[in-house]
């Protein structure tokens, strides 16, 4: 099984990143997926979620109408665009799958 994240880097604020995570070795079209993040010191906390096929997504009331999480079924992959990011959504961003699988996550920067 493998989750693997990319699409992190460093960004002013207000601007914008599109995160993607490319799953392998499980049945990517049955599991809910989902994002969280880890910033240093903190728990780590769900962003978003969105549901096997696609058609439910939920988010944390702090990304709200600035993030959007998709997927695409035939690829076997989940994207999370982010945009108007703010220096609070600094964290390490990982791919989850409800089967228990994380992927090693990747780094999202907003600084100016």
């Known amino acids: 099984v493998q989750l693997v994240e990319s699409g992190g880097g460093l960004v002013q604020p207000g601007g914008s990143l599109r995160l993607s995570c490319a799953a392998s070795?499980?049945?990517?079209?049955?599991?809910?997926m989902s994002w969280y993040r880890q910033a240093p010191g903190k728990e780590r906390r769900l962003v978003a979620s969105i549901s096997n096929t696609g058609d439910i997504s939920d988010y944390a009331e702090s990304v709200k109408g600035r993030f959007t999480i998709s997927r695409d079924n035939a690829w076997n992959m989940v994207y999370l665009q982010m945009n108007s990011l703010k220096p609070e959504d600094t964290a390490v961003y990982y791919c989850y799958s409800a089967y228990g699988y994380w992927g090693r996550g990747t780094q999202v920067t907003v600084s100016s």
């Open positions: 070795g499980f049945t990517f079209s049955s599991s809910i």
